[in-house]
């Protein structure tokens, strides 16, 4: 509608303007372009992470997180140059840069089962997604690698990082539990196997504040499983918690008879015991070693067995038994067993400060006033032997040696002596002359056998003496029998007896004449007049 | 949009009231405006053009609607625009048991194609890709064809101007569908279905054809078709 010309006329042409409707396009345009660079703004970061697999990976879904937030999304999955891993291309909120530091870690959450329960559950229904930990340290990076595994302790988390070096086989595994008297206050981080030294090396890490309970004096055993120990204090019967029965664990603690030591805040290593138990064996003291030679047997002794004195520990058995071939080095002759012991100052030191050469020679100067060594059974159940030690012996003027070990005269107590009294007593029993004794018992006894069968006629004679007897004193019953008193014997012999007795009462008078005058029965003479009462009023 | 178009019309009609006694003789003859007669906008009243007014509403009378052309190429431009946003976002977001899952226009037509459903693919390929795309050229190619010679007939551009009126208003079928999902599917923790910012962008795009569609004036089709 332009250019209509009409050259007659002049006309005013409009000029076509521009209708407000285009306001519309350029808002779209502008808020199109705004968009385009808000988007452009807000690109994340490109980082890659080298993850040894996918597993649970998907390209434009998985997020990566932060404390649950999520901070960017998994772009691009590719394979490393070699092929041996995967690269995952990841874009990272821009404002998440700071936290993408050189030793930042990533890992990979899904669901794992493992002894410390269900983890990554929610992931069962929205998949895997990568974690963050962010690091400390200063430099940024844009290439990572990933773990496997969610790390124990991440470079920021606060605790102590120590390492645990066993020389028995693995028995730990990533994530176990490190408990101090039932808390669980750290895990097994990493399980290495260094091949020079043949020892497994376990990295753990102890959480704050718990890590305050590390000082040096701090033993670590492992609690795996159930430890049944029969030792000279008994049996025992050691059990973590279910979990470490299951999957092991690390326990530690400072010994009782031990101070608490400084605390430690660097890294360093600890040697894993493998029982609470072996600790207090296989403990290392510095110790002076000294022997002891045994005349009789040294069963029952172990190495680690207890050396004590007066009760009270101060070393342990090293060899209960030092060797044929060792023992004829030194002297050929030597038929006492040399038995090894350890003394360890550091066990009279509650405070770890003792002299090793003060009490070398202080122990020297006991030897001479007379210590000496005894084997004592330690426990009765289950027969095992210890090294006592005590004054008493007689006192020597200079201490022995025995090869390079010095010598501490034994001497025989305890069970070892009962048993050699007890073998001298059988010995003394075996050379009594028995034998003559039971051959002399056995006339003696058979003449007696004779004396008693001849016994036993005179018994039977005696018998038939004894039957007329008792015919003879039935006959004397009957015979008394007439005797009784309303029986006429008694009666007439009562009567003759009271006859009798007035009779001698009427020769009376005769008798006393006769008395008086024994010739009157010859010479009848006048008879004295009678004597007559006399009273004052007759005369 | 109205107080602009107000605007407009108003200073459009200022300049059509100085130029009323000559304008009319630029039509073709047998049309209309021609003869000097217009077809008022809101009453469809014929009347003489240099009344200036509709003697019954009132409405300023045009022979023409006034800057139609610039106005329909306006909306398309918009609309065409607003397709980018649509293609390239997600329109519908299918959250199962926390698993997001973003589909945008075409990846939802791959994806029912690669899962056999051909029909559902191809009513959606038609709806949000073919009727869109098609609309849009049409009024642009009629922008054109009205303003420049065409060797299209007039019955031809006529034809082809009610088709896209015809077929327009089958585009808002995605959008009713991505409406009637998010309102049905919200099984919170379990399945939702979340609208996606294509779904706005493409639900402009539909409804800036349709007003596109409507503002170009058809009569100028004829206007050009006098040689």
Known sequence: ?539 | MQNDKAKVASDVAAQKKANALTQHFQYPPGTAAFEGLANCRSCQLLSDVNVGNCPRCNDTLYLRSPNSIQRTLALIITAILLYIPANIYPIMTTVLFNDKTASTIVGGVVLFVKSGSYFIAAVIFAASVLIPIAKMLIILWLCYATSRQSHLSRPELSRLYRATEFIGKWSMIDIFVVAILVALVHITGIMVVEPGTAAQAFAGVVILTMIAAHQFDARLIWDKQKK
């Open chain 1, 1 to 539: 509608m332009n250019d209509t010309n009409d050259t007659s006329q002049p006309i005013v042409i409009p000029k076509s303007r521009f209708s407000v409707v285009w306001l519309l396009p350029l808002i779209a345009v502008i808020i199109g372009v705004g968009m385009v660079y808000q988007q452009w703004q807000n690109k994340g970061v490109e980082i890659v992470i080298v993850f040894d697999n996918a597993k649970g990976l998907e390209a434009k879904k998985t997020k990566v997180k932060f404390r649950d937030v999520d901070i960017g999304t998994l772009q691009e999955i590719n394979f490393s140059d070699d092929g041996f891993s995967i690269e995952a291309i990841i874009e990272i909120d821009k404002k998440m840069q700071s936290y993408l530091l050189s030793d930042s870690q990533f890992w990979v959450v899904r669901p794992r089962i493992g002894s410390a329960g269900i983890t990554g559950f929610g992931t069962l229904l929205s998949g895997a997604y990568i974690n963050i930990a962010p690091g400390k340290s200063e430099s940024l990076s844009q290439r990572f690698v990933g773990l496997e595994n969610p790390p124990i302790s991440t470079p920021t988390s606060q605790g102590i990082k120590l390492k645990l070096i066993s020389g028995g086989g693995k028995s730990l595994t990533v994530g176990n539990p490190v408990t101090y008297r039932g808390f669980e206050v750290g895990a097994v981080e990493s399980v290495n196997f260094d091949i020079e030294s043949r020892q497994v090396t376990y990295s753990i890490f102890i959480q704050a504040p718990y890590d305050g309970l590390i000082t040096t004096n701090t033993y670590f055993w492992n609690s795996s499983g159930l430890s049944f120990a029969a030792t000279t204090d008994g049996i025992t019967i050691d059990l973590a918690s279910i979990e470490s029965l299951l999957s092991g664990g690390v326990r530690f603690d400072v010994p009782d008879d031990l101070m608490l030591g400084e605390r430690i805040t660097q890294s360093r290593d600890f040697k894993l015991y493998s029982s609470r138990a072996s600790i207090k064996e296989d403990r290392v003291y510095e110790y002076i070693e000294y022997v002891i030679l045994v005349d009789d047997t040294v069963g029952g002794l172990q190495a680690g067995a207890p050396v004590e004195y007066r009760g009270i520990r101060i070393g342990r058995v090293s060899k209960p038994y030092l060797g044929f071939y060792e023992t004829n080095q030194i002297d050929s002759d030597e038929t006492r067993i040399p038995v090894i012991i350890h003394l360890e100052p550091a066990r009279l030191a509650s405070n770890n400060e003792y002299d090793l050469p003060w009490f070398n020679e202080q122990f020297n100067k006991w030897i001479k006033s007379g210590l000496a060594a005894r084997l004592e059974t330690a426990n009765y159940l289950t027969g095992t032997m210890k090294v006592s030690l005590d004054l008493g012996n007689e006192i020597q003027p200079e201490v022995e040696y025995f090869g390079k070990y010095t010598v501490i005269p034994s001497a025989q107590t305890g069970f070892a002596s009962i048993v050699s009294k007890t073998d001298r007593l059988l010995s003394k029993l075996e050379s009594l002359p028995l034998n003559e004794l039971v051959q002399s018992t056995n006339t003696a006894i058979s003449s007696a056998n004779t004396a008693i069968l001849s016994a036993n006629d005179t018994v039977i004679a005696t018998q038939s003496v004894l039957l007329s007897v008792e015919d003879t004193l039935k006959e004397a019953s009957l015979t008394l029998q007439g005797m009784q008193p309303d029986s006429p014997v008694y009666l007439r012999l009562e009567r003759n007896l009271a006859e009798l007795e007035r009779t001698m009462q009427m020769m009376q008078p005769f008798l006393q004449e006769i008395r008086q005058k024994p010739n009157s029965l010859i010479f009848s003479g006048s008879s004295p007049a009678d004597i007559q009462p006399q009273g004052k009023g007759q005369q």
